[in-house]
């Protein structure tokens, strides 16, 4: 089937570019794209030629698949498309709707006119794959906008707006809606004096008030603003040194420094990482084997429980334009909520991301009450109370009296056993965790959590809520801790092991961050809390207790964590405003004093081996977790971990940190480190295998 349909119209040639979903610009689709744009340009009865997407859509840019394989002489590829088009002396117009993205806007800055619908975003994302525009973007952007706004722009990823972009001197028109895209276009195409308006030609503006003489030092201080190249920041490196090319050199030697910086990148294990983070996303929500259905309409949802994640979960409901009934009898809970929720809303009006009237209405969506009846019209119930199994089980015995039938009802609980609770209803089958990160409203994570009984369509429901309510949705069976939490004891563990040698919680916390974690262990644990760290550690001692009493010690003497101002480490209101992880030497003599009760010798370890046992913690359980059929890929646990826990994404997660590292290598540390192997991670190493080509469902259990 054609991927590119002409059409002419008065003297214009339109060109639809046709792949669908998103028209990526792909090697297949450019084949064919190239020689029309060829035609076009030598048609004599043309005037001139309007680009446009077919799929509701201009072009989400070029095929991310294609990076994997090798383009000979011949392959056409979007910069080819791009060049013919600098080239020819026929106008062009871009109809941009809906996406314009890395390779699709590339494409619309090659064309002398862009006019777009109001909802389009356009964006050079590139940088998110570890990538930087390879079509001339790095050159054109600077020369359309100034090289300030530019860097900032692709730097960030950040997609604009169409009101943005105009302001900017993106687009010349903007459209109220698609029906009227190409007929702009067109009038355009047809009125535009004769000639072509390169944005090659220009020269680059640094951005407000910044002179020519001082580009060297803007772009000089850019590199000082960017992680270093081993910590994440190679792209951003690259893009800098291209964009300074812009600035420094005529444009045909800076797209040739731009395409040689492309490929640099495209060859660079970070951007393989992040390619892989950006599949493993959109795989999540494919489960093999799982019945088709049909996702029942979410229009009003429920929660049980006015606390810290009752109260981020409704927000989150709110935010995604459902309302949403809190139900919680404890009246300073519910006062509490309340400020929480006027206090989220007005940050919002005063960080301009939306007006007083729009936040009204958003509270006005969150209602608070005692009474259970209220839920009698949702369509989920996401229950919030406290991590006990007794009062989770009146609860629900109490909803599943009241909701509908058709009404989904949800725990959102870390650990507990969710069979367990289903078994209190008359609706199993309609039954399910859904395991928010806190804070809520924030966190990109969530955990499905499927019962035995569990329905397609509750499931279908599930995922098609994590979309509505933006997040990244994982699925994982009914079992202690599900993936994230399950995996945390076991890296909380190897931190603690560490400790308990004589290592201080603030080097391994370093070691962690300088890998690149946003935290350290330590630090994590006091963020969560101490306490709950002992419930969870006195429930399974044989998951998540260490060797040592040390845990207990703390919670003795009420070093619970930053909550309490100390924790593993002491805080001061005055440092990080209260935040900043501050070594205490009273928790170094703790770890020493506990670790000689319990017979344990000091040791010395060096950082590589700290790093190891941190990471190679996850890379066991992880194991574990896909034999056990807890998790149902390796990608789907490198998504919780880099979404949910701060994982690095420039190292793809842990199961793919692994095959970076060398799966072999990984198992035989963990048998150096007298820890139990998983099966799976020693039959990977015994036949040289990696978690990428983990032939999915082998030893995975329905
Ligand atoms: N290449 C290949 N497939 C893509 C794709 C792309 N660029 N973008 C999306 N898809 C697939 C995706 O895998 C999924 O497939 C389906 O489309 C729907 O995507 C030379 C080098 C456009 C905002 O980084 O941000 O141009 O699961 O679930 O939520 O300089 O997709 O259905 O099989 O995300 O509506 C730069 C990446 C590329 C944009 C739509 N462009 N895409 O979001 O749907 S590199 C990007 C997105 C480049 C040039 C450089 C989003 C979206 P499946 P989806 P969505």
Avoid at 100 to 123: I, N, P
Wanted: proline residues 5%; charged residues 25%; contains cysteine.
């Amino acid at each position: 089937m054609a991927l590119v349909h002409t059409e002419d119209r008065d003297g214009v040639r339109i060109i639809t570019l046709d792949n669908p979903p998103v028209n990526s610009l792909s090697f297949a689709l450019s084949g064919e794209f190239y020689p029309i744009v060829e035609a076009a340009s030598a048609d004599e009865s043309i005037r001139a030629v309007v680009i446009k997407g077919a799929n509701r859509q201009f072009s989400a840019g070029a095929d991310i698949n294609d990076f994997a394989t090798e383009p000979t002489p011949e392959t056409k590829t979007v910069r080819d498309v791009i060049a013919a088009i600098e080239r020819s002396d026929k106008i062009f117009v871009a109809a941009i709707e809906k996406n314009a993205l890395g390779g699709g806007l590339e494409l619309a800055l090659a064309c002398d006119y862009r006019v777009a619908t109001a909802d389009t975003k356009l964006g050079l994302p590139e940088i998110k794959l570890g990538l930087l525009p390879g079509a001339g973007g790095t050159q054109r952007l600077p020369r359309a906008i100034g090289a300030q706004d530019a860097l900032d722009m692709m730097l960030k990823g950040r997609n604009v707006k169409s009101d943005e972009a105009t302001a900017k001197g993106l687009l010349d028109e903007v459209v109220d809606s698609p029906e009227h895209l190409l007929d702009a276009a067109l009038k355009i195409a047809n009125a535009a004096p004769l000639g072509k308006r390169r944005i090659s030609q220009r020269r680059v503006e640094l951005g407000k008030g910044i002179s020519a003489q001082a580009a060297a030092f803007v772009v000089s201080q850019a590199h000082k603003m960017v992680p270093a190249e081993d910590a994440g920041g190679l792209a951003a490196h690259k893009l800098i040194d291209a964009v300074e090319a812009s600035v420094e050199l005529p444009f045909a030697y800076g797209l040739a420094r731009e395409a040689r910086l492309f490929e640099e990148l495209a060859r660079s294990a970070p951007s393989f990482a992040l390619r892989h983070v950006f599949f493993a996303e959109r795989e999540l929500s494919k489960i093999p084997g799982l019945p088709a259905a049909e996702p029942l309409p979410i229009a009003k949802a429920a929660v049980i429980g006015a606390g810290t994640m009752g109260t981020g979960i409704a927000i989150t409901f709110a935010q995604a334009g459902i309302p949403v009934v809190v139900i919680d009898s404890n009246d300073a809970a519910v006062e509490k909520a309340k400020q929480t929720v006027f206090g989220m809303f007005m940050y919002q009006v005063q960080k301009g991301r939306m007006t007083q009237e729009e936040a009204w209405k958003l509270g006005q969506s969150i209602q608070f009450t005692e009474e259970y009846g209220e839920l009698a019209d949702a369509d989920v119930v996401v229950e919030a109370v406290f991590e006990s199994m007794d009062v989770k089980k009146e609860v629900f015995a109490k909803v599943d009296a009241i909701a509908k039938p058709s009404c989904v009802l949800a725990s959102n609980t870390s650990t507990l056993d969710i069979d367990a609770m289903a078994s209190v209803t008359k609706r199993p089958e309609r039954f399910l965790g859904l395991h928010f990160f806190v804070p809520a409203n924030i966190m990109p994570l969530l955990e499905i959590v499927r019962g035995k009984a569990t329905s397609p369509q509750t499931l279908a429901t599930a995922f098609k809520l994590g979309k509505t309510l933006r997040k990244t949705a994982v699925l994982s069976t009914n079992a202690f801790g599900f993936i994230g939490n399950r995996m945390v004891f076991d890296y909380a563990k190897a931190a603690g092991e560490l400790a308990e040698w004589g290592v201080s919680p603030m080097r391994v916390d370093k070691v962690a961050k300088k890998f690149g974690f946003p935290m350290g262990p330590f630090a994590m644990g006091d963020l969560s809390g101490i306490d709950v760290a002992w419930h969870i550690a006195k429930a399974r001692p044989d998951v998540a207790r260490g060797k040592t009493n040390v845990i207990d010690r703390l919670v003795e003497m009420k070093r619970l964590g930053q909550k309490t101002m100390a924790g593993y480490f002491k805080y001061d209101k005055s440092v990080g405003k209260g935040r900043e992880p501050i070594a205490d030497p009273e928790v170094e003599a703790l770890f020493a004093e506990e670790a000689m009760k319990a017979g344990i010798a000091p040791r010395t370890v060096d950082d590589r081996e700290i790093l190891e046992r941190l990471a190679f913690a996850l890379i066991n359980r992880g194991a574990f977790l896909l034999e056990e059929g807890v998790a149902l890929r390796p990608g789907d646990i490198d998504i919780v971990y880099v979404y949910g826990y701060g994982f690095p994404p420039h190292h793809g997660g842990p199961m793919w940190y692994a095959d970076e590292v060398g799966v072999k290598h990984v198992y035989e540390r963990v048998v150096a480190f007298g820890w139990e192997p998983a099966p799976l991670l020693k039959a990977l190493a015994e036949k040289n295998g990696t978690f990428a080509n983990y032939k999915q469902g082998e030893l995975i259990h329905a």
